[in-house]
C-alpha cells in the first residue's frame, strides 16, 4: 500500500515551508531513516526521514516550491502502485494557504451570532472564569470560549491552564529537528564573480531588516554605567561556581538582563508592543535575546522573565541560546511578537557602541557594549579609570519621546551601578 | 356534614310558606322626663358632655384641614381625617352602656367612636384602673405631655388622655396611641375596649367576629360591636362575616355552654351615604338596611332600626339587645340612624346632596335639640351647658398645642433608628400558648387513634437495604403537619382551627384525621364556603390574643380573601406599634392535576406584601419542624403546602422524623444533596424533580449538583446558597410558580447582586409557563421537568457533550415570550 508524504507542521502558527532539497529522486530505493527532503519554515530549517522502506513512487513539488503544511508531497510504496490519488495538485488550483488547524482539541461553540466581528470586539467571560485567568496567569486574549454565545467560563481557563503546563514542563520535546547550513546554489558564474541564491532565512532577515527601519522612526541613545559592582558579583560567581556552592554560571550579560528587566518594571510603557493605532502593554516581560547562530541572527524569547530569580533567568537564557544554535529551539519563541523587548549584546566583540535594530512590533532594544575603562572623578580633584559599561537603547520614537527613554535608559544604569541579588 | 344531622326528604319536599315578623324602625319615644328614672342628672349631662367632646373634636379637624387653623393654632395636616360631625348622638348612645371587657371595631370615620368608648370606659373605671392603664401604656409616654401640670382629678386627666392620645396618633406622633403608625383610621386603644378601627370599607365586618368568636371559645366576658357603616354592606367580607357569625351549628351542634350564639352586635351606623354614593336610593337596594336581618336567619338577627339622632334611643336598644346576647341568642343586627353634615373628607365637595338637605338635618341636630330637652326637663341650665362647651374648647385647645408640638410629640426618629418600622414588623417571639389554663380536650393524647396509628408507622422512608417501605406504613407529611398540630392543641388552650372540611372529614388532605376525636367543635370546626371570612375572623381571633390555623383548601381561593391576606393580615402589628401581636398561621395547600383554577403556585403573592412570613416544606421532618416553629411564634405566617406530596416519606433526615418536639428556624435553606459543580435551588414539590435531573446530570454528563431546598421564602437567609456558588459558580432556581413575577426571580436578583464575582454563568430561572394551567394530562408541559433542568444547564450555563435540549432555553425564546407576555 502505498503512502503519502506529507510537508510537516513545525510550531502552531506556520502555514507553509519551502522545500529546500530533494536527495531521492523518483523511482529510487529508499530505507527506513534515509532523508528524503530538506525544507526551511521562517526561522529555521529541517530535514525530513522515510518512515517506511519503499520506493518514491512521485513527487509533487520542486525545489523552492512554497508548500503549505500537511500536504502531500511525494508518495512512497511499491513499484508499480497508484499514486495519483495522492496529488494534491490535482485538488488545488494553486498552494493555497490552509489554515491550520488548532492543536488543541476544539472546544464545542455554541454558535448564536447574534453579534459580528466589531472593531473593538469585547471579551465575553464570566467573572468567575476572568477571576481565575488573573490567578493562574492564563492570556485570555487568545481563548476562544466554550459557554453560550462564546463565553469564556471557567472550564476554558481551567483547559487553557492544563495546555500551558505542558508547554511549561516540555519546552524542549515539542521540537527534535536537526537543523542543517543549506548548501548554497550558484546562479551565475563569471570571470570574477559569482551570484548566489540567497538562503530563505537570509531573505527573512533582509526583510524584516528593511521593515523595521522603514516603519518606525527608530534612533539610539547611548549610556554607560560604573560596571564595578556588578564585576564584583561576576567575580564572586565564578568562584562559587568553581567550588560547586553555585549550581549556575551567571554571567555579565545574565546580570545585565536582569538589570533591564527590573527597569522594565518601573517603565511598562517600553515593556509594549506599537500598533500604530494602539499600544499593547504587557503585564509580564517577555525577554527577547539576540543569538547568533550559523545560520543566521535568531531572537528566542524566555516567557514570563520577570518570574525568574538571577538563576533561572540565567538558566533560561543558557537553554535559548543553546537551542537556538543547535536547531532544537521552539518555532513559536522565535516570533518577534513573543518577546515585549530584546537585549542584544556585542560586548564580547569589542564593540563600544552601536545601533541595534528593533524587532517590531517591540517598542524598543538594548544592545550592550564591551567594558572599557574611562576617568571619573573620585573624589574632588582626583580621578582615576573606572570600567564603564556601554549601554546603547534603541527605541521607537512613535511610542516612546525621548525624555521617557532617556530616564528608562538610566534607570537601567541605576540598577546596574547598584545590583544586588 | 355531621351524620347526627339527618336531612329527612319527607321533611324537605313539604309544601309550605316562609313568614317574616315586622322590624321595629324608631320604635323609641320616651321623654328624657320618663327616662329620669333610669339616669340621674349626671349621667345626662355626662351624655351631653360626650356629645360636645367629639363635636368639638370633629370640629378642630375640620377647621385645621380647611383653613389650617383652630382656635389661634396654626397646623398644617396633611393626612386623612373622615369626620363624622351629626353622628355623636349614635357614637355615644353606642358606647354607653359597654363596658371595658366589650370591645368595638370602626371604620375609617371612628374618631366619634372612639371618645365615646374611651369616656364610656374613664366612667367606669376606679382612679387606680385609669392610673394603672395610662401609666403601662408604652411605659407612661403618652401620658407624660398630658400629665405635666395637670392639676385635677383623675378622671380629668384620663379625659385628656384619651383626646391628646387620640389626636396625637392622628398627627403621625410617636406619643400617639399606635406611635403614629395607625393614624386617623387604625387609631385604637385596647385598654378601653377600643379595637382597631379600618381604612378599608367594610373592613371591621368579618374581624369582629372572630373576636366575638374569641370571647365565645375561650370563655370571656364581654360583647363585640362592629361599627361599620350603610355603604359597607355591599361589600363581601362583610356579608361573608355576618354567614359567619350566624351559622347554625353555633345553637345546633356546640355542646354544654359553649351551645348558642355569638356575642356581637353588628351596628350599622347608617348616615346614608357612601362616600358620595347615596346608599338608598342610588346604590343599595334595602331601602331600610335593618331589613337585611331578615334575610340571614330565621330569627332575622333581631334587628331594628333605632334612631340614632336620639342618644336614649340608641342606649335603649343597646340594653334590650345585651339581654338577648347574654341569653345566647345573638347575633344581633342594629341600623343606627344617623347623619354627617360634614363631607366624606374635607376635600368632599358635597357635590352629591343640596344644601336643603344639610340644613334640615342641621336643623334638627342632636347636641343642639338634646341640651333642649335637658334644660326643659330641668336637668341642666343653659348656663351649665355653656360651661361644658367653654370647659369642652379649653381642653381641646390643650390637646391640640401639646399634640402638634415637636418635642413635647415628636414624630418616630427616623434618622436616628432608621429601621425602626422595619423592626415592627414582625413581633418575632417565642410564646407556648398564648394563655395559661387548661386545655379543653375529650381524652388524652395518648389515646387518640391517630396518635396510636402514628406509632406503628416508619418514620423514615427507606429501610436498612435502601427499600422504600409501602405506601400505608410510611409516616408521610401530612403526618407531620398532624402531630405538630395536636402537639400545639394539647398545650395552647387558646388554639382553634376551621376551615373547609376541617372536621369529620378531616381536612381535604386528611391533615386533621383523628383531631375531631379528641376535639370539641369550639376549638374544630367546619367554617362556610367563605375565604374571606375564614381569614377575617383569623384576625380577629388573633387580634384579641388567641391563636389560630385557619385552613384555605386551595391556594388558586387566595383571590377570594385577597384583603384579608394581603391589606389586613399584614399590617396589624406594625400599625398598632406593636401592642397587637398576630398569632395566625394560614395553611394553603398547592394542588396538581386539577387544572386551570386548582393547581396553581401563588407563593409570590404572599411574598411580595410586607408583614408575612412564607413557608413552604416539602419532607415531613421540615414540615413538623417548620408548624412546630409558626405555631410557637406570634407573626402571621402563610404556610403552603404541595398536594403532591401529603403521603411522601422522608427521605434525608438520619433516623427518620423525631417523635419529641423540635423547631426548625424559619428562613433557613437547606441543602438536600451535596455536589461541587452547579447549583439548583428549588421552592416546592419541585425538589424531587431537581433531584432527578441531578442524578441524570451524574450518571450521563458527569456533572455533581447540588440541591437546595428553600424551605422558606420570607424571611430567607442567602448566605447558604452563596456559599454553594462559590463552590460551583453555576445555579439554576426553580419552582412550581409562572416564572414572570415569581419569587424565583427575586432570588435569582439578589443571588446576582450578591454573589456576582463567584459565578460562572448568570443564575437561570426555571419556573412553569405563564400559561393557565392545563388538564392533568398536559401538566408535563407547564410544570418543570427534570429535563427542563439539563436543557437549561446546557443552553445558559455549560454546554453538555452529546446533548440535545427537547425545550427551548434560547434567549430568542426567553425575548419572546416576554415580548408576548406569556
Keep these: 500500500m502505498a503512502i503519502p508524504v506529507l510537508m510537516p507542521r513545525q510550531g502552531q502558527s506556520v502555514e507553509s515551508c519551502i522545500l529546500g532539497q530533494w536527495y531521492k529522486s523518483v523511482g529510487e530505493e529508499v530505507s527506513e531513516g534515509d532523508i528524503l527532503f530538506s525544507y526551511e519554515t521562517d526561522k529555521a530549517s529541517f530535514e525530513e526521514e522515510a518512515k517506511e522502506d519503499g520506493i518514491l513512487l512521485a513527487t509533487f513539488f520542486e525545489e523552492g516550491d512554497e508548500v503549505p503544511v500537511l500536504v502531500n508531497v511525494a508518495v512512497l510504496g511499491n513499484k508499480g502502485e497508484s499514486f495519483d490519488e495522492f496529488n494534491p495538485n490535482v485538488a488545488l488550483k494553486e498552494p493555497a494557504n490552509t489554515k491550520p488547524a488548532e492543536a488543541e482539541e476544539k472546544p464545542k461553540v455554541v454558535e448564536f451570532d447574534v453579534e459580528d466581528d466589531s472593531p473593538n470586539k469585547r471579551i465575553r467571560i464570566s467573572p468567575l472564569a476572568r477571576k481565575m485567568a488573573e490567578k493562574l496567569k492564563v492570556n485570555i486574549q487568545s481563548l476562544k470560549g466554550s459557554g453560550p454565545h462564546g463565553r469564556i467560563i471557567a472550564r476554558d481557563i481551567e483547559t487553557a491552564e492544563k495546555g500551558v503546563e505542558k508547554t511549561i514542563q516540555q519546552p524542549v520535546e515539542t521540537q527534535t529537528i536537526k537543523t542543517v547550513s543549506q548548501p548554497t546554489t550558484i546562479l551565475e558564474s563569471g570571470d570574477d564573480y559569482e551570484i548566489k541564491a540567497i538562503p530563505n532565512i537570509r531573505k527573512l532577515i533582509a526583510n524584516a531588516m528593511f521593515q523595521s527601519l522603514q516603519n518606525s522612526a527608530q534612533l539610539t541613545h547611548h549610556m554607560s554605567a560604573d560596571a564595578r559592582k556588578m564585576m564584583k558579583l561576576r567575580k564572586k560567581i565564578k568562584k562559587e561556581f568553581a567550588d560547586g556552592t553555585l549550581s549556575q554560571n551567571v554571567t555579565i550579560n545574565d546580570l545585565v538582563c536582569f538589570a533591564v ?146 530616564l528608562f535608559l538610566a534607570e537601567i544604569k541605576n540598577q546596574i551601578e547598584n545590583l544586588s541579588l | 356534614m355531621p351524620k347526627i344531622q339527618y336531612i329527612n326528604p319527607d321533611e324537605v319536599r313539604k309544601p309550605g310558606f316562609l313568614k317574616f315578623s315586622p322590624i321595629p324602625v324608631n320604635q323609641y319615644n320616651k321623654t328624657v322626663e320618663e327616662e329620669k328614672k333610669n339616669f340621674s342628672n349626671e349621667d345626662f349631662v355626662r351624655i351631653y358632655r360626650d356629645m360636645v367632646i367629639i363635636r368639638e373634636f370633629e370640629t378642630m379637624l375640620n377647621l385645621i384641614k380647611t383653613r389650617n387653623e383652630y382656635n389661634g393654632v396654626e397646623y398644617n395636616h396633611p393626612g386623612p381625617a373622615h369626620l363624622s360631625i351629626g353622628q355623636e348622638a349614635a357614637a355615644v348612645g353606642m358606647a354607653y352602656t359597654l363596658g371595658v371587657e366589650d370591645f368595638i371595631f370602626g371604620s375609617h370615620r371612628s374618631h366619634g367612636e372612639i371618645l365615646a368608648k374611651g369616656l364610656s370606659a374613664i366612667d367606669k373605671l376606679n382612679d387606680k384602673q385609669l392610673i394603672e ?326 418514620r423514615f422512608m427507606f429501610n436498612e437495604n435502601g427499600k422504600p417501605f409501602s405506601k400505608i406504613k410510611t409516616y408521610g407529611l401530612r403526618d407531620g403537619l398532624f402531630e405538630a398540630i395536636v402537639d400545639r392543641f394539647y398545650k395552647d388552650p387558646t388554639l382553634i382551627a376551621y376551615g373547609e372540611e376541617n372536621r369529620d372529614w378531616g381536612g381535604a388532605f386528611a391533615v386533621y384525621r383523628g383531631l375531631t376525636e379528641a376535639l370539641p367543635y369550639n376549638r374544630l370546626f367546619n367554617s362556610p364556603i367563605s375565604e374571606a371570612s375564614i381569614i377575617g375572623t383569623a384576625i380577629g381571633y388573633a387580634m384579641c390574643g388567641g391563636r389560630v390555623i385557619p385552613e384555605i383548601m386551595y391556594a388558586d381561593f387566595l383571590g377570594r380573601a385577597g384583603d384579608e391576606v394581603f391589606n389586613q393580615l399584614p399590617k396589624w402589628q406594625a400599625m398598632s406599634g406593636n401592642v397587637l401581636k398576630m398569632p395566625v398561621v394560614i395553611r394553603i395547600s ?214 440535545v435540549s427537547t425545550s427551548d432555553f434560547s434567549e430568542a425564546e426567553q425575548l419572546d415570550r416576554n415580548a408576548r407576555g406569556i
Excluded at chain 1, 370 to 397: A, C, D, Q, W
Excluded at chain 2, 324 to 337: A, S
Excluded at chain 2, 659 to 683: A, F, M, N, Q
Excluded at chain 2, 777 to 786: G, N, R
Aim: glycine share 10%; with cysteine; charged share 20%.
Design chain 1, 261 to 406: 528587566i527590573r527597569a522594565l518594571k518601573k517603565f511598562p510603557q517600553v515593556n509594549t508592543h506599537y500598533h500604530g493605532d494602539k499600544m499593547k502593554w504587557f503585564k509580564k516581560v517577555h525577554l527577547g535575546l539576540a543569538v547568533d547562530t550559523e545560520r543566521g541572527l535568531m531572537v528566542p524569547a524566555v516567557k514570563n522573565a520577570d518570574d525568574l530569580s538571577i538563576t533561572g533567568m540565567s538558566y533560561q537564557l543558557q537553554q535559548v541560546a543553546t537551542q537556538s544554535k543547535s536547531g532544537n529551539i521552539n518555532p513559536d519563541l522565535l516570533n518577534p511578537a513573543a518577546a515585549t523587548f530584546t537585549v542584544s549584546n556585542l560586548g564580547n566583540y569589542g564593540v563600544e557602541m552601536f545601533t541595534p535594530v528593533i524587532n517590531l512590533p517591540q517598542t524598543a532594544i538594548l544592545g550592550v557594549c564591551t567594558i572599557i575603562p574611562r576617568p571619573k572623578e573620585i573624589e574632588e580633584g582626583v580621578y582615576g579609570f573606572v570600567p564603564m559599561i556601554g549601554l546603547s537603547l534603541t527605541y521607537n520614537h512613535q511610542a516612546l519621546d525621548g525624555g521617557e527613554a532617556t
Design chain 2, 133 to 458: 392603664i395610662m401609666d403601662n401604656h408604652f411605659d407612661g409616654i403618652t401620658l407624660a405631655p398630658v400629665k405635666a401640670g395637670h392639676t385635677g382629678t383623675t378622671k380629668e386627666l384620663a379625659v385628656k388622655f384619651l383626646i391628646y392620645g387620640t389626636l396625637a396618633e392622628v398627627f403621625a406622633r410617636e406619643t400617639g396611641f399606635n406611635k403614629g403608625l395607625g393614624g386617623s383610621m387604625h387609631a385604637f386603644f385596647t385598654p378601653f375596649g377600643v379595637y382597631p378601627n379600618n381604612a378599608i370599607v367594610g373592613g371591621s365586618g368579618d374581624i369582629s367576629v372572630g373576636a366575638a368568636l374569641y370571647k365565645k371559645v375561650n370563655r370571656k366576658k364581654g360583647i363585640i360591636v362592629a361599627n361599620i357603616g350603610d355603604a359597607s354592606m355591599a361589600c363581601g367580607p362583610v356579608w361573608e362575616g355576618l354567614t359567619f357569625a350566624t351559622m347554625d351549628q353555633f345553637t345546633e351542634l356546640w355542646e354544654g355552654d359553649m351551645k348558642g350564639g355569638l356575642p356581637l352586635i353588628v351596628n350599622i351606623m347608617n348616615n346614608q351615604y357612601g362616600m358620595g354614593g347615596q346608599t338608598c336610593g342610588e346604590t343599595m337596594g334595602y331601602d331600610i338596611a335593618a331589613r337585611i336581618g331578615a334575610g340571614i336567619n330565621a330569627d332575622q338577627m333581631h334587628a331594628e332600626r333605632v334612631d340614632g339622632y336620639n342618644p336614649l334611643a340608641v342606649i335603649d336598644a343597646y340594653k334590650r339587645k345585651r339581654k338577648i346576647i347574654e341569653e345566647k341568642r345573638g347575633p344581633v343586627l342594629l341600623d343606627v340612624l344617623t347623619y354627617r353634615y360634614s363631607g366624606h373628607s374635607p376635600s368632599d365637595a358635597s357635590s352629591y346632596r343640596s344644601k336643603e338637605e344639610v340644613e334640615a338635618w342641621e336643623k334638627q341636630d342632636s347636641i343642639i335639640w338634646f341640651g333642649k330637652e335637658l334644660v326643659k326637663a330641668g336637668v341642666a341650665t343653659e348656663a351649665e351647658l355653656e360651661v361644658i362647651k367653654a370647659e369642652t374648647t379649653e381642653i381641646i385647645t390643650f390637646s391640640i398645642k401639646l399634640a402638634i408640638d415637636d418635642e413635647v410629640s415628636p414624630i418616630m426618629d427616623m434618622k436616628k433608628h432608621p429601621n425602626l418600622i422595619g423592626d415592627m414588623m414582625f413581633s418575632n417571639q417565642s410564646v407556648d400558648k398564648m394563655e395559661d389554663r387548661p386545655v379543653e380536650v375529650n381524652h388524652p393524647m395518648e389515646e387518640n387513634p391517630r396518635v396510636k396509628q402514628l406509632k406503628t408507622k416508619e
Design chain 2, 590 to 803: 398547592i394542588g396538581s392535576k386539577y387544572g386551570a383554577q386548582h393547581s396553581q403556585d401563588w407563593t409570590a403573592l404572599a411574598a411580595h406584601i410586607p408583614g408575612l412570613k412564607v413557608v413552604f416544606p416539602v419532607t415531613p421532618y421540615d414540615a413538623k419542624g417548620l408548624m412546630n416553629s409558626a405555631l410557637q411564634g406570634t407573626d402571621p405566617i402563610i404556610f403552603f403546602e404541595s398536594q403532591r406530596l401529603y403521603d411522601i416519606g422522608e427521605q434525608f433526615h438520619k433516623g427518620g422524623v423525631p417523635e419529641g418536639y423540635y423547631e426548625l428556624p424559619i428562613g433557613e435553606p437547606d441543602v438536600k444533596r451535596e455536589g461541587s459543580d452547579v447549583t439548583i435551588l428549588t421552592i416546592g414539590a419541585t425538589l424531587y424533580r431537581a433531584l432527578d435531573a441531578a442524578k441524570t446530570l451524574e450518571e450521563k454528563y458527569n456533572l455533581s449538583a447540588e440541591v437546595i431546598d428553600a424551605r422558606s421564602l420570607v424571611p430567607f437567609n442567602y448566605e447558604p446558597v452563596i456559599e454553594s456558588i462559590k463552590k460551583t459558580g453555576r445555579i439554576i432556581i426553580s419552582g412550581d410558580a409562572s416564572a414572570r413575577g415569581s419569587f424565583l426571580r427575586d432570588l435569582a436578583s439578589n443571588i446576582t447582586e450578591l454573589a456576582f464575582d463567584y459565578l460562572d454563568a448568570p443564575p437561570v430561572v426555571v419556573g412553569s409557563r405563564n400559561w393557565i394551567t392545563p388538564a392533568h394530562e398536559l401538566e408535563d408541559y407547564f410544570f418543570p421537568q427534570p429535563e427542563w433542568f439539563i436543557d437549561a444547564i446546557h443552553e445558559r450555563i455549560l454546554p453538555l457533550e452529546g446533548h
